[in-house]
């Protein structure tokens, strides 16, 4: 039987001027001795849910829905039948903070009291067990006679950790019981979580925006947004794979699992109840349809006891390549395999970087997946339709490229005007006022002036990393959904680089676009990629999570690549003699 | 408490009660007028006395009133070192034998009078926190606000004129009735309580809506912190929650504020046993004051300071005891 079932809560709160849609309609359960995972940004219903559980909203609050425990409907107790039930059989641990335990009574107090409430049990046992359940949280006995402000965070944690087991109760929620406490004690607690869970078989509902930490507990996660479930199944697939862009961006904006990346979080901010029409992510979403705007999408089974709510059934994939293949013919009637069987797909609002030695055949394949190239075998599919003999490139939301070498890719003899309205001329799109606007636009989005006076300079008088912007520019013209970039930042220097490169993913983040970068510098694309995909020879030999590659490299030549950074003098030197001595060990 | 800090205590203490002293001395002086040409009088049928000249003049430096006035404040503070008040010049007999006459009637009334508003407050103060938002709040506080309005010496005209003028319930005057002889030890409180009624009632009421708003407040406040949800969650049910957990945070401010009142209510004792006609030292104050009785005012204002301060301590150590946060 499940222990905890909850179907259809939906949870308002009337404020004076307006009301509050906390909870959704939000189904779950959980199964004796089960983990629960309860994830989302600070003001998605979290903790709405864990007091509804309790029957805890007060006055201001409406609920309905029903809440189950042990076959039991919750909402039809009394009053004292409710709080015969609540600590006995339902204990919560709130999140931890120095007001979470009554500041003028002792800790102990605090614990035995609800064992004197609901246990037939006289001061003096209680005082006893109090004792054992302290040294069952790792606290000492003795600090049961100090008030709370004499304890630390973490003490406190315990305690109140202690007060929740202290009716031996069949479920445990936890409300953000970390989300204070610095690393060393976040771990501690985590650790005393598991194994309590492992050796008492306590179920429990771990209900954070800390997705590390629920998930390294939790056997099922649940993904809130805006008072509603986007996606819900095992810890593990949700983590590696996930299918809702909400739940990508929340891993993403994750340190503990980006170690390398930077930092960059879902841009906007959620409706926080406000009542609205269409899915609540649409906003912030990087593939949204007609329907995001107009319905909201229901929750629906995806296969491997996962589910999505997502019109799209998910992150869509935005370009499949497969077969890919491509010669050079060399002077001597040889011919050179650029690109050998290439199989790629990138995903809607995804950077992808394909990283490798020069001459790896990379930007053969970015022009290729551009349709700059035509390949001898395989097909580019760009959303279902083919990029070889398509507009792809012709249309506004198609694919973009900028490349390499700004000097080569925009004329001297062109004013900047001329150079970023160049694609609204070739494909006649609007009318003269209507597309200087947009050249305005776009070199306001590349952090460029857009005086008369910059449109009227001639591109061979601009900086190297103006120009690269300037090409930026003329690519965002076309507001793309997939820009294709190719070694944009190798011929600048440094400090233009970082630049460039941060403007680059700042406008991916905020417009959500698809991104292919292509590099050789393994360092830089850590930077920005999510995916990296490794080339050698034609051949894509391996692709993963960027913090996977980056770690754990599988194949020789990642191992290579990843070694190939070279170590300062004040850091890395034995990671750098190991992978001299991994070098040497691959040498036939 | 270690030692520096008692130190600095101590220090504070003196420097506090000098600046008292000092503007004890001075500010009855500063008053037009003297002990000896008084020409009018409250008691109806008292004879007044008017001196001549010469009399006056004997009178003056029979009391060093003749001296330099720094002269005078430095024998003042050089006799209170002594524990010497001085000899009340109305009276005739030691400041020290008056204010002990007087005193413990007011110390009588000001502790009932305290005692009731806290007990009447925190108890009206928890009722309309519990039906927060709902009528009998708001009907609660907007009455007891208009009433707080009005001043405590025309309150006390009203409940005279109402219990003993009408309703001749109680007794006009007094702290006792004249020259009665007691059946037995409770037959004496029962007068005193009889008479004392009205005094504390008014002094009481004077400072209910206070205590109440401030309970009331601090009640809601604390009712939405986490250790209250945390209480609810533990399954205790509505009133322990409130009164163990919750008002035992909210009395804390509570306690602080009775303290002050202490004060107040010395001041408002002037005026209300003025009302009464009852013998506590806030109306020997009064009639020190139309007197001149400079030795008295000094007395009188001396021993309403100090228990002021007194209080504030023992408010202090109150405090600490009962919020474990503070005493470390």
Redesign the interface.
């Known amino acids: 039987m499940t222990l905890l079932e909850v179907s259809d809560l939906k949870c308002q709160y009337r404020l004076d001027s307006h009301t509050v849609q906390a909870v959704d309609g939000v189904s779950f359960y959980l199964q004796p001795g089960e983990i629960l995972g309860i994830v989302g940004e600070s003001g998605s219903g979290k903790t709405t849910i864990a ?1 509804s559980i ?1 029957r ?1 909203l007060g006055h201001s609050a409406s609920v309905s829905g029903r809440v189950s425990f042990e076959g039991r409907d919750l909402s039809s107790l009394t009053v ?1 039948e ?7 059989e339902i ?2 641990v ?2 931890n ?1 120095l ?7 002792t800790i102990g107090e605090q614990v035995t ?2 064992m004197l ?2 246990l037939p049990i006289t001061p003096s046992e209680a005082k006893a067990r109090c004792v054992d359940l302290f040294v069952m949280v790792g606290l000492d006995p003795s600090w049961m006679n100090v ?1 709370p ?2 304890l630390s965070g973490g003490m406190r944690q315990r305690a ?1 950790l202690a ?1 929740a087991l202290s009716c031996d109760p069949r479920l445990i929620v936890l409300d953000e019981v970390t989300s204070a406490l610095d690393a060393f004690t976040r771990k501690e607690i985590r650790e005393l979580l598991y194994s309590l869970q492992k050796t008492r078989g306590y179920s429990m509902v771990l209900i954070s925006h800390d997705i590390t930490f629920v998930s390294s507990l939790a056997s099922r996660l649940i993904v809130l947004y805006s008072g509603t479930i986007v996606e819900s199944g095992p810890t593990p697939e949700i983590l590696n794979d996930p299918r809702h862009p909400y739940t990508r961006g929340l891993i993403h904006a994750t340190p503990d699992i980006f170690l390398y990346k930077d930092l960059w979080g879902i841009p906007g901010d959620s409706p926080a109840g406000e009542k609205q029409t269409g899915c609540p992510f649409n906003l912030r979403c990087t593939q949204p349809v007609d329907a995001c705007r107009e319905t909201a999408p229901f929750l629906r089974p995806c296969g491997n006891g996962r589910e999505i709510a997502c019109h799209r059934g998910g992150i869509a994939t935005l370009l499949k390549a497969e077969g890919l293949r491509f010669r050079y013919p060399l002077p001597d009637k040889k011919t050179l395999q650029a690109v050998d069987d290439v199989d790629l797909e990138i995903h809607e609002g995804e950077v992808l970087a394909v990283v490798g030695q020069t001459g790896s055949g990379k930007s053969t394949l970015a022009h290729i997946l551009a349709g700059v190239l035509v390949p001898e075998t395989g097909n580019v599919l760009f959303m279902n339709g083919s990029v070889h003999g398509g507009t792809q490139g012709h249309r506004f939301r198609g694919i973009q490229i900028v490349f390499q070498d700004p000097f080569s890719s925009t004329s001297n003899r062109f004013t900047v005007c001329d150079a970023v309205k160049e694609p609204l001329d070739i494909n006649k799109i609007g009318d003269g006022e209507e597309r200087l606007r947009m050249v305005k636009e776009a070199l306001d989005l590349v952090r460029l002036p857009s005086t008369d006076q910059f449109l009227g300079k001639y591109c061979g008088e601009l900086s190297g990393g103006q120009r690269q912007r300037v090409a930026l520019a003329r690519a965002m013209i076309m507001k793309p959904r997939l820009l294709i970039a190719d070694e944009i930042t190798s011929a600048l220097d440094v400090s233009t680089a970082a630049n460039v490169l941060r403007l680059l993913k700042g406008l991916q983040n905020r417009r959500g676009f698809a991104m292919i970068y292509i590099s050789h510098d393994l360092s830089l694309t850590l930077k920005i990629a999510d995916r990296i995909a490794v080339m050698d020879a034609g051949r894509i030999v391996e692709t993963g999570n960027a913090h996977d590659v980056m770690l754990s490299p599988k194949t020789g030549y990642t191992r290579r690549l990843v070694g190939a950074r070279i170590g300062l003098c004040c850091h890395d030197h034995d990671h750098a003699q190991e992978m001299r001595a991994d070098d040497r060990k691959l040498k036939p | 408490m270690n030692e520096k800090t008692r130190n600095t205590l101590i220090i504070r203490f003196v420097i506090t009660l000098l600046v008292i002293l000092a503007i004890n001395f001075f500010l009855p002086r500063m008053m037009p007028g003297d002990p000896f040409s008084t020409t009018s009088s409250d008691v109806q049928g008292e004879d007044i006395v008017t001196m001549t000249e010469e009399q006056r003049q004997y009178f003056i430096s029979y009391y060093g009133m003749d001296l330099p006035l720094h002269e005078q404040f430095f024998r003042y503070l050089a006799n209170m070192a002594h524990g010497d008040f001085g000899q009340s010049i109305y009276y005739k007999i030691p400041v020290t034998s008056v204010i002990l006459i007087h005193l413990p009637w007011t110390i009588l009334i000001i502790f009932c009078a305290t005692a009731l508003s806290t007990a009447v407050g925190i108890i009206l103060g928890l009722i309309s926190a519990r039906n927060r938002k709902k009528r009998s709040d708001r009907v609660m506080m907007t009455g007891l606000i208009a009433f707080s309005e009005i001043p405590s010496f025309l309150l006390g005209i009203i409940l005279l004129l109402i219990f003993c003028v009408w309703l001749k319930l109680l007794p006009l005057a007094g702290a006792v009735t004249p020259f009665a002889h007691y059946a037995g030890v409770v037959d004496q409180a029962l007068d005193i309580a009889h008479h004392a009624f009205l005094p504390v009632l008014t002094l009481a009421l004077a400072q209910l809506t206070g205590v109440y708003l401030l309970t009331r407040n601090t009640l809601i406040t604390v009712s939405s ?3 209250i ?9 509505e009133r322990i929650v409130w009164t163990r ?1 919750a008002l ?2 909210a009395l ?1 401010p509570v306690v602080t504020r009775t303290g002050f009142m202490i004060g107040l209510m010395m001041g408002g004792a002037v005026l209300v046993e003025t009302v009464f006609s009852y013998p506590g030292i806030g109306l020997t104050l009064r009639s020190a004051v139309v007197n001149r009785d400079y030795a008295l005012i000094q007395g009188i204002l001396l021993v309403t300071a100090v228990s002021i301060l007194l209080c504030n301590l023992l408010v202090d150590q109150v405090y600490r005891k ?4 503070v005493s ?1």
Do not use: C
């Open positions: 007091l309790l805890m004292p409710m709080n015969q039930l609540r600590w006995k204990a919560i709130f999140q903070s007001e979470a335990l009554n500041p003028v009574m009291e609800p409430r609901h008030y402000h004499q109140m007060m | 912190k986490d250790y949800r945390t209480a609810y969650a533990k399954g205790l049910g957990h035992r945070n804390l009962l919020d474990p946060r470390d």
